[in-house]
T-cell receptor, first 115, second 113 residues
Framework: GAVVSQHPSWVICKSGTSVKIECRSLDFQATTMFWYRQFPKQSLMLMATSNEGSKATYEQGVEKDKFLINHASLTLSTLTVTSAHPEDSSFYIC???????????FGPGTRLTVL | EDKVVQSPLSLVVHEGDTVTLNCSYEVTNFRSLLWYKQEKKAPTFLFMLTSSGIEKKSGRLSSILDKKELFSILNITATQTGDSAVYLCAVFINTGTASKLTFGTGTRLQVTL
Protein backbone atom coordinates (compact mmCIF):
# COMPACT_ATOMS: atom_id res chain seq x y z
CA GLY A 1 0.00 0.00 0.00
CA ALA A 2 0.94 3.63 -0.30
CA VAL A 3 3.06 5.16 2.43
CA VAL A 4 2.75 8.67 3.77
CA SER A 5 5.25 10.04 6.24
CA GLN A 6 5.10 13.06 8.51
CA HIS A 7 7.89 14.91 10.21
CA PRO A 8 8.31 15.61 13.03
CA SER A 9 6.30 13.07 15.03
CA TRP A 10 6.12 15.31 18.07
CA VAL A 11 7.09 18.89 18.60
CA ILE A 12 7.03 21.04 21.70
CA CYS A 13 7.47 24.75 21.22
CA LYS A 14 7.08 28.02 23.04
CA SER A 15 4.10 30.27 22.50
CA GLY A 16 4.69 32.72 19.67
CA THR A 17 7.01 30.55 17.63
CA SER A 18 6.24 29.00 14.26
CA VAL A 19 6.29 25.29 13.58
CA LYS A 20 6.55 23.55 10.22
CA ILE A 21 5.17 20.06 9.66
CA GLU A 22 6.06 18.07 6.55
CA CYS A 23 3.93 15.49 4.83
CA ARG A 24 5.44 13.25 2.17
CA SER A 25 3.99 10.58 -0.05
CA LEU A 26 6.85 8.12 -0.33
CA ASP A 27 5.91 5.80 -3.15
CA PHE A 28 3.28 7.59 -5.17
CA GLN A 29 2.49 11.02 -6.51
CA ALA A 30 -0.33 12.70 -4.66
CA THR A 31 -2.30 15.23 -6.61
CA THR A 32 -4.07 16.27 -3.45
CA MET A 33 -3.03 16.36 0.18
CA PHE A 34 -5.31 17.05 3.09
CA TRP A 35 -4.54 18.44 6.52
CA TYR A 36 -6.61 17.45 9.54
CA ARG A 37 -6.59 18.41 13.17
CA GLN A 38 -7.75 16.16 15.94
CA PHE A 39 -8.32 17.26 19.53
CA PRO A 40 -8.40 14.64 22.31
CA LYS A 41 -11.38 12.33 22.11
CA GLN A 42 -12.70 14.08 19.04
CA SER A 43 -12.84 13.08 15.41
CA LEU A 44 -10.67 14.38 12.61
CA MET A 45 -11.57 17.82 11.37
CA LEU A 46 -10.48 18.78 7.89
CA MET A 47 -8.51 22.01 7.91
CA ALA A 48 -7.56 22.43 4.29
CA THR A 49 -7.14 20.75 0.94
CA SER A 50 -3.84 21.25 -0.78
CA ASN A 51 -3.39 20.79 -4.51
CA GLU A 52 0.05 20.71 -6.04
CA GLY A 53 1.00 24.00 -7.59
CA SER A 54 -2.03 25.94 -6.45
CA LYS A 55 -3.33 27.66 -3.35
CA ALA A 56 -4.84 25.56 -0.61
CA THR A 57 -8.58 25.54 0.00
CA TYR A 58 -9.35 26.16 3.65
CA GLU A 59 -12.40 24.94 5.53
CA GLN A 60 -14.68 27.44 7.17
CA GLY A 61 -13.27 28.74 10.42
CA VAL A 62 -9.65 27.88 9.64
CA GLU A 63 -7.39 30.93 9.45
CA LYS A 64 -5.29 30.71 6.32
CA ASP A 65 -2.80 33.27 7.58
CA LYS A 66 -2.20 31.22 10.69
CA PHE A 67 -2.00 27.81 9.05
CA LEU A 68 0.17 28.25 5.97
CA ILE A 69 0.10 25.39 3.53
CA ASN A 70 2.56 24.85 0.74
CA HIS A 71 2.32 22.02 -1.77
CA ALA A 72 5.42 22.50 -3.83
CA SER A 73 5.61 19.07 -5.41
CA LEU A 74 3.54 15.96 -5.98
CA THR A 75 5.17 14.29 -2.99
CA LEU A 76 5.50 17.06 -0.40
CA SER A 77 3.12 19.37 1.41
CA THR A 78 3.98 21.47 4.44
CA LEU A 79 1.81 23.01 7.13
CA THR A 80 3.27 25.91 9.08
CA VAL A 81 1.54 26.94 12.28
CA THR A 82 2.53 30.57 12.67
CA SER A 83 2.75 32.29 16.04
CA ALA A 84 1.56 29.16 17.78
CA HIS A 85 -0.47 29.45 20.97
CA PRO A 86 -1.40 26.80 23.55
CA GLU A 87 -4.85 26.40 21.98
CA ASP A 88 -3.13 25.24 18.79
CA SER A 89 -1.86 22.19 20.66
CA SER A 90 -3.36 19.24 18.86
CA PHE A 91 -2.68 16.20 16.73
CA TYR A 92 -2.14 17.20 13.11
CA ILE A 93 -2.58 14.51 10.48
CA CYS A 94 -2.06 14.71 6.77
CA UNK A 95 -3.35 12.43 4.11
CA UNK A 96 -2.34 12.06 0.51
CA UNK A 97 -4.85 11.14 -2.10
CA UNK A 98 -5.32 9.72 -5.48
CA UNK A 99 -8.84 11.05 -5.79
CA UNK A 100 -9.48 9.22 -9.03
CA UNK A 101 -9.45 6.03 -6.98
CA UNK A 102 -11.22 7.49 -3.93
CA UNK A 103 -8.09 6.73 -1.96
CA UNK A 104 -6.61 8.59 0.94
CA UNK A 105 -3.60 7.38 2.85
CA PHE A 106 -2.86 8.88 6.23
CA GLY A 107 0.45 9.91 7.66
CA PRO A 108 1.28 8.89 11.23
CA GLY A 109 0.43 12.33 12.59
CA THR A 110 2.33 15.07 14.38
CA ARG A 111 1.59 15.93 17.98
CA LEU A 112 2.07 19.64 18.61
CA THR A 113 2.36 20.93 22.16
CA VAL A 114 2.62 24.68 22.61
CA LEU A 115 3.77 25.82 26.03
CA GLU B 1 -24.28 20.81 5.45
CA ASP B 2 -22.67 17.40 5.03
CA LYS B 3 -23.10 15.19 8.05
CA VAL B 4 -21.77 11.79 9.12
CA VAL B 5 -23.15 10.33 12.35
CA GLN B 6 -21.85 7.27 14.12
CA SER B 7 -23.43 5.25 16.87
CA PRO B 8 -22.91 4.25 19.53
CA LEU B 9 -20.35 6.79 20.69
CA SER B 10 -18.77 4.29 22.99
CA LEU B 11 -19.08 0.57 23.59
CA VAL B 12 -17.59 -1.90 26.06
CA VAL B 13 -17.84 -5.62 25.30
CA HIS B 14 -16.28 -8.86 26.48
CA GLU B 15 -13.75 -10.70 24.40
CA GLY B 16 -15.53 -13.06 22.03
CA ASP B 17 -18.61 -10.89 21.60
CA THR B 18 -19.81 -9.66 18.22
CA VAL B 19 -20.31 -5.94 17.73
CA THR B 20 -22.04 -3.84 15.11
CA LEU B 21 -21.04 -0.24 14.59
CA ASN B 22 -23.34 2.12 12.72
CA CYS B 23 -22.70 5.01 10.40
CA SER B 24 -25.37 7.16 8.76
CA TYR B 25 -24.75 10.05 6.44
CA GLU B 26 -26.39 12.98 4.74
CA VAL B 27 -24.12 14.41 2.09
CA THR B 28 -24.29 15.83 -1.37
CA ASN B 29 -22.27 14.24 -4.17
CA PHE B 30 -21.44 10.97 -2.42
CA ARG B 31 -18.53 9.04 -3.88
CA SER B 32 -17.68 6.38 -1.33
CA LEU B 33 -17.75 5.49 2.35
CA LEU B 34 -14.65 4.44 4.23
CA TRP B 35 -14.04 2.81 7.59
CA TYR B 36 -10.87 3.42 9.57
CA LYS B 37 -9.45 2.08 12.82
CA GLN B 38 -7.59 4.53 15.02
CA GLU B 39 -5.52 3.47 17.96
CA LYS B 40 -2.89 5.82 19.32
CA LYS B 41 -1.84 7.41 16.05
CA ALA B 42 -3.33 8.15 12.67
CA PRO B 43 -6.23 6.14 11.25
CA THR B 44 -5.54 2.93 9.42
CA PHE B 45 -7.71 1.99 6.48
CA LEU B 46 -10.18 -0.87 6.83
CA PHE B 47 -12.72 -0.75 4.00
CA MET B 48 -13.95 1.37 1.15
CA LEU B 49 -17.54 0.91 0.02
CA THR B 50 -19.02 2.36 -3.12
CA SER B 51 -21.87 0.01 -4.04
CA SER B 52 -24.93 -0.95 -2.06
CA GLY B 53 -25.40 -4.44 -0.77
CA ILE B 54 -21.92 -5.78 -1.44
CA GLU B 55 -20.30 -7.01 1.74
CA LYS B 56 -16.59 -6.46 2.18
CA LYS B 57 -14.76 -8.84 4.50
CA SER B 58 -11.35 -8.92 6.06
CA GLY B 59 -10.87 -11.63 8.64
CA ARG B 60 -13.29 -11.02 11.49
CA LEU B 61 -14.33 -7.64 10.15
CA SER B 62 -16.99 -7.02 7.56
CA SER B 63 -18.89 -4.03 6.30
CA ILE B 64 -21.80 -3.24 4.05
CA LEU B 65 -23.33 -0.10 2.58
CA ASP B 66 -26.97 0.81 1.95
CA LYS B 67 -27.07 3.81 -0.37
CA LYS B 68 -30.85 3.98 -0.34
CA GLU B 69 -31.10 4.30 3.43
CA LEU B 70 -27.77 6.17 3.63
CA PHE B 71 -25.99 4.05 6.17
CA SER B 72 -23.26 1.52 6.66
CA ILE B 73 -22.43 -1.00 9.35
CA LEU B 74 -19.14 -2.43 10.47
CA ASN B 75 -19.28 -5.86 12.10
CA ILE B 76 -16.58 -7.38 14.21
CA THR B 77 -17.04 -11.01 15.23
CA ALA B 78 -15.22 -12.85 18.03
CA THR B 79 -13.77 -9.60 19.32
CA GLN B 80 -10.30 -9.53 20.83
CA THR B 81 -8.64 -7.02 23.12
CA GLY B 82 -6.58 -5.88 20.15
CA ASP B 83 -9.77 -4.64 18.51
CA SER B 84 -10.01 -1.92 21.16
CA ALA B 85 -9.78 1.34 19.24
CA VAL B 86 -11.81 4.19 17.85
CA TYR B 87 -13.56 3.24 14.62
CA LEU B 88 -14.10 6.12 12.24
CA CYS B 89 -16.52 6.29 9.38
CA ALA B 90 -15.85 8.84 6.64
CA VAL B 91 -17.63 9.78 3.46
CA PHE B 92 -15.76 10.87 0.37
CA ILE B 93 -17.65 13.64 -1.39
CA ASN B 94 -17.18 15.76 -4.46
CA THR B 95 -17.18 19.47 -3.76
CA GLY B 96 -17.02 20.57 -7.36
CA THR B 97 -13.45 21.73 -7.20
CA ALA B 98 -12.09 18.82 -5.20
CA SER B 99 -12.98 15.69 -3.30
CA LYS B 100 -12.71 15.42 0.45
CA LEU B 101 -13.44 13.16 3.37
CA THR B 102 -15.95 14.10 6.03
CA PHE B 103 -15.51 12.11 9.24
CA GLY B 104 -18.03 10.97 11.80
CA THR B 105 -17.39 11.40 15.50
CA GLY B 106 -16.16 7.84 15.84
CA THR B 107 -17.17 4.89 18.01
CA ARG B 108 -14.83 4.08 20.85
CA LEU B 109 -14.74 0.30 21.31
CA GLN B 110 -13.24 -1.31 24.36
CA VAL B 111 -12.91 -5.08 24.49
CA THR B 112 -12.33 -6.49 27.97
CA LEU B 113 -11.18 -9.95 29.09
Amino acid sequence: GAVVSQHPSWVICKSGTSVKIECRSLDFQATTMFWYRQFPKQSLMLMATSNEGSKATYEQGVEKDKFLINHASLTLSTLTVTSAHPEDSSFYICSAGRTLYNEQFFGPGTRLTVL
Amino acid sequence: EDKVVQSPLSLVVHEGDTVTLNCSYEVTNFRSLLWYKQEKKAPTFLFMLTSSGIEKKSGRLSSILDKKELFSILNITATQTGDSAVYLCAVFINTGTASKLTFGTGTRLQVTL
